[in-house]
């Protein structure tokens, strides 16, 4: 059964569109990830988003084996600062966390 989710990790500011398949042929964890630029926050109207990139930053792939296949906005990312270098680092961690979640290893 293909599952998807949709998980805002404010903290960090990205948005990531998970999708798996947790059939018998399962083979990992697909993502994209997209920079959030504003936050909405909650209590407020909940048509609202957070106001997002019009490009992921990251598309890729966990294997179930816990190998992961990363695009980063065509090969090439900018940091600004430790900071926003320190943002990816935990986006992959959350991404890894995800993809053990559904069934891959660590």
């Given amino acids: 059964m293909k ?3 949709k ?3 404010e903290d960090i500011w990205f ?4 999708s798996w398949d947790n059939s018998e042929e399962f083979d ?3 993502f994209t990830a997209t920079k959030i630029l504003s936050i909405v926050l909650s209590g407020e109207n909940e048509d609202d988003k957070n ?3 019009t ?3 990251l598309v890729g792939h966990i294997k179930w084996d816990g190998c992961m296949n990363v695009k980063m906005q065509e090969g090439y990312v900018h940091f600004c600062d430790r900071d926003i270098a320190g943002q990816y680092g935990e986006l992959f961690n959350k991404l890894y966390d995800k993809a053990v ?3 891959c290893e660590d």
Wanted: glycine share 14%.
């Fill in 51 to 53: 106001g997002l990139e």
């Fill in 15 to 18: 948005q990531v569109d998970y």
């Fill in 101 to 103: 979640e559904v069934g």
């Fill in 7 to 9: 998980v805002a990790y």
């Fill in 28 to 30: 990992g964890l697909y």
């Fill in 55 to 57: 490009e992921p930053m």
């Fill in 3 to 5: 599952m998807e989710q």
